[in-house]
């Protein structure tokens, strides 16, 4: 912990994987070369541990390798090999965080199950290669038997999130009169700062990625008759595994049980329009993008006003606002229970 944790590949990302580590680990770019240099090593890895053996030669040691792409086994073996440290790729990292946060047991079992179904492919294909993990000894056998434990353990964690499921679909159904908002948005956007103001719990707020990862309702406050209900989900993260977004479709789909989805973007973000664009296509595959939404541009107190100006030309719709100013956040209570009331005439009107 704290040493020689280092990303010698796509480097270009180091923030974010310190992020992603949550400051438990140091990422320190051993070589920073540009990305075309980078790539190439990548490849070379690809094809042979001896071109990035020789390429790593002149480094100091790493622990651990992070490379922020997806990888096969084979090619996390060779790097392994080649730089005798443990080689996570993007996946790899995700399913890690995502298993330290889970907090729900529905996520505690889908984060495991993704982990297994990660760690699988790469106990087989290391059987045929020996893996860094493997002592001497380690033949064939032992390598069926875990991979017969770990198809056992998947069939046995997915009787119990099935009866998981079940109970939080009872639930579901009991709320499904209700009137449900979802914040969805990139991680980092200000969900959960934005859930804090509007409902007034205490809900986990910290400057790093994957804070939130179940979904939590809470009430609106001041308390509205009949009640509205917020919900907020999972942060979206750019090239979001398959697998995992599978994992996640129970806790995703809380998001397509709302009767309105805000769109969290930090405004003062210069990449939010890629952001908004990753959460519209996870949302797009869970089939969620039928649901009305609308764009909430938070943490425009970071925006001056030329920059302002040209979001609320681009965006007539959106809503702006800051998450830490209570004045903004009333206003968008008043939003949320005009859209309500709006909806509820419209029931009436078509009422025979
Ligand atoms: P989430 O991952 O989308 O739930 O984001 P959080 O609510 O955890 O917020 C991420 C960071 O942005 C935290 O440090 C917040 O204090 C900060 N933040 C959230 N909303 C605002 C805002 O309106 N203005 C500013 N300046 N910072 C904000």
Do not use: W
């Not at 059987?127 to 434990?149: M, V």
């Amino acid at each position: 912990e704290g040493t020689g944790a280092a990303s010698i590949l796509g480097a270009g990302k180091l923030e974010e994987l310190a992020n992603i580590t949550g400051g438990r680990g140091i990422i320190t770019p051993i070589v920073k070369t540009p990305m075309t240099k980078a790539r190439k090593r990548f490849e070379g890895a690809a094809n042979s541990h001896e071109d990035i053996e020789e390429e790593t030669d002149d480094l100091r040691r790493p622990e651990f390798v992070i490379v922020d792409h997806e990888l096969t086994p084979s090619q996390i073996r060779n790097l392994e090999r080649a730089t005798g440290a443990q080689v996570l790729d993007r996946t790899g990292v995700i399913v890690e965080i995502f298993h330290r946060h889970a907090n729900t047991r529905e996520a505690k079992l889908q984060v495991e199950m993704a982990r297994l179904r990660y760690v699988a492919p790469r106990l087989r294909e290391s059987s045929n290669g020996g893996g860094r993990q493997q002592g001497p000894g380690a033949g064939e056998s032992n390598l069926s038997l875990d991979r017969r434990k770990i198809r056992d353990r998947l069939a046995e964690l997915k009787t119990q999130l099935e009866a998981v499921q079940r109970d939080s679909d009872h639930r579901r159904s009991a709320r499904k009169n209700q009137l449900r908002v979802a914040l969805v948005g990139y991680t980092n956007a200000g969900k959960s700062s934005l859930m804090r103001a509007l409902t007034g719990s205490q809900v986990l707020v910290q400057d790093k990625l994957f804070a939130t990862l179940d979904t939590t309702v809470r009430t609106l406050q001041p308390e509205t008759r009949p009640r509205i209900l917020i919900s907020d989900t999972v942060g979206f993260i750019k090239q979001l595994p398959h697998d995992l977004v599978a994992s996640f479709r129970s806790t995703l789909s809380e998001a397509l049980e709302a009767s309105l989805l805000l769109f969290v973007v930090d405004a003062s973000d210069p990449t939010y329009e890629a952001q908004l664009e990753v959460s519209r296509s996870v949302l797009h595959e869970i089939g969620a993008d039928v649901v009305p939404s609308r764009l909430v541009l938070n943490k425009m107190d970071r925006v001056d006003e030329a920059r302002r100006a040209e979001l609320l030309e681009k965006h007539p719709d959106a809503i702006p606002l800051s998450a830490h100013r209570p004045e903004d956040v009333s206003a968008l209570r008043e939003t949320l229970i005009a859209f309500f009331e709006a909806d509820m005439v419209e029931d009436v009107l078509v009422l025979p």
